[in-house]
């Protein structure tokens, strides 16, 4: 029952091409993130959205765009791969702050991720 | 620039230990401090979290320690299972800006049975 769906789950692909990354919630939430994930750097946030008509850069924007096609579905472009890109990219989601249930805030729910290679 | 720096970076420790795992912040704006674990081949789910106004919150075998002056703050795991072994992230955001988290570096725990 995977509320957080991201395909594909691997990709390699070859310095210069156009890749996308797509992350799909059934969670019914507004707000959407992609992350990279890099050994030694945790995680850190490309680009987000609190809705479909609001985008926003994240510390490591440069080389990704990102289109959010309907409140459920996000994804995130490379428009030209290069080596360094090599990562593992997360999605993630989020309900709107002060509507997460439990005393857990705005809690993240998190993609299985796609690890993704750039020869 | 790494606002929140996490370590250490990799943890050994035997079964029925105690893990301890620290995070210091620099933005004394931040006022949401979870905690996320990650096995392999997963994505990241938050484990615990706290807020500025209380010095800690235990839940189960998980107890996240918080010094408001240090900038500074920890999870203990105690009675450590080898199915404990997964890595850990601290974080830290403002609420006001809409929740954006802020990542540590990530710690490789390892319980040896």
């Known amino acids: 029952d995977a509320d957080v769906t991201q395909t594909p789950r691997n990709r390699i692909t070859k310095t210069g091409k156009r890749i996308m990354l797509e992350c799909s919630q059934t969670?019914?939430?507004?707000?959407m993130y992609w992350y990279r994930q890099d050994p030694g750097l945790g995680l850190r946030l490309i680009y987000y959205?609190?809705?479909?008509?609001?985008?926003n850069k994240g510390e490591i924007s440069d080389g990704y765009s990102v289109s959010r096609q309907a409140q459920a579905k996000f994804s995130l472009s490379l428009e030209s791969a290069i080596p360094n890109q090599t990562a593992l990219y997360f999605c993630?989601?989020?309900?709107?702050?002060?509507?997460?249930?439990?005393?857990?805030?705005?809690?993240?729910?998190f993609g299985p991720g796609t690890r993704l290679t750039v020869l | 620039q790494q606002q929140v720096k996490q370590s250490p970076q990799s943890l050994i420790v035997q079964k029925g230990g105690i893990s301890i795992i620290n995070c210091a912040y620099e933005n004394t704006a931040f006022d949401y401090f979870p905690w996320y674990q990650q096995f392999p081949g997963k994505g990241p789910a938050l484990l615990i979290a706290i807020r500025p106004d209380v010095s800690e919150k235990k839940e189960g075998r998980f107890t996240i320690s918080f010094n408001k002056s240090a900038k500074q703050f920890s999870l203990h795991i105690m009675d450590s299972q080898p199915g404990d072994s997964a890595t850990y992230f601290c974080a830290a955001s403002k609420v006001g800006q809409g929740g954006k988290l802020i990542f540590g570096q990530g710690t490789e725990l390892s319980v040896k049975p």
């Open positions: 969670k019914g939430h507004d707000r």
């Open positions: 959205s609190f809705d479909v008509k609001d985008i």
């Open positions: 993630a989601t989020s309900d709107r702050i002060g509507q997460g249930g439990g005393g857990r805030g705005n809690e993240q729910f």
